[in-house]
């Protein structure tokens, strides 16, 4: 009995055995046929290559080298790959090589021609690139939970909510009614006391309008685009429940009904902290770009003309 469970047990571990090396042949298959493989290995070995040709210029100067790292090579895998192309043919990966090459002859071509001074995009470019090496250098993206909060309740007035309205509302023109509008829209909402919103009969009281007689939802800055500041703020001011008014706009004259006002509020830390996040981290790189600016103007002096005397 012995016996045959050591011959089980053996064979067990040849059938183990058999399937490790059945599945390891497939997986350095599958690594073998990877693209991106291909592409890291071609660009290793014309590295080593170009390693190798370097002591063919011992005699040029240190500033007069070019010098290409692995880093390189992999950001040319990476940006040749990215356009979804195929891996590159060895003489593909030897050209985009010289084309790294060419870049950098002419830009220290272009350095020591000076073509870099009095150019205005040259200086845009290089102080953006500055604004980036400090945002990246000095910027905490995963701020605790205390922070944020500590942070929110001394600025949550940066995400207050405005108040919104829901209104139905008469129109009295002054093109079909002159001077008289207003006191058309005093008369009707005379007639209009005691009605709900909906009074079927209301609409005969006033004038076509040119957009719509119902508003939902909508705040005051949204009203002062459509009828003006004036317009916006007397709304804002009125109770919801009956029909009041006359309130002009740059259309004319108005009676409204409130029907809803939701008053504007700072909404809680757990209802937008994604929100809270972003602000912060967007703070904090507004100081650091501010802190490091400070510091580096320090170390100059600058230069005024003077004012010429009258």
Do not use: C
């Not at 070019?66 to 356009?83: N, R, S």
């Not at 770009?289 to 580096?296: F, G, I, L």
């Amino acid at each position: 009995m012995a016996d045959r469970s050591a011959a089980e047990t053996a064979g067990q571990r040849d059938t183990v055995a058999d399937a490790t090396l059945t599945a390891q042949p497939s997986t350095l298959r599958r690594l073998v046929r990877e693209p991106l493989l291909h592409f890291l290995l071609i660009g290793l070995a014309l590295f080593v290559v170009y390693d190798n040709l370097r002591p063919a210029a011992e005699n040029k100067s240190e500033t007069n080298r070019i010098v290409l790292t692995p880093g390189d090579f992999e950001q040319l895998a990476v940006t040749w790959l990215a356009q979804g192309r195929a891996p590159p043919t060895p003489a593909q990966m030897q050209s985009l090589v010289e084309l790294k090459i060419r870049e950098e002859v002419l830009y220290r071509e272009a350095l020591a021609l000076g073509l870099d001074k009095g150019d205005t995009i040259v200086k845009r470019r290089l102080a953006q690139k500055m604004e980036f090496l400090i945002e990246g250098g000095s910027i905490d993206s995963d701020p605790s939970a205390d922070t944020l909060r500590a942070w929110f309740q001394e600025n949550g007035q940066r995400f207050l909510l405005p108040a919104r309205v829901s209104f139905r509302h008469l129109y009295f023109s002054p093109d079909r009614r002159g001077e008289n509008s207003r006191e058309a829209a005093a008369r009707a909402l005379e007639q209009l006391a005691g009605k709900p919103g909906d009074w079927k009969e209301a609409e005969s009281l006033g004038d076509p309008f040119m957009d719509r007689d119902y508003y939902g939802d909508r705040s005051a800055a949204d009203l002062g685009k459509l009828f003006g500041l004036n317009f916006a703020q007397a709304v804002a001011s009125l109770k919801p429940g009956a029909w009041q008014g006359p309130v002009e706009s740059g259309y004319g004259w108005h009676l409204i009904f409130v029907e809803a006002s939701t008053p504007a509020r700072v909404p809680s830390f757990e209802e937008i902290e994604p929100d809270i996040k972003a602000e912060w981290i967007d703070d904090q790189r507004t100081q650091a770009k501010r802190k490091a600016y400070e510091t580096m103007r320090a170390r100059y002096e600058v230069v005024l003309p003077e004012k010429s005397g009258n």
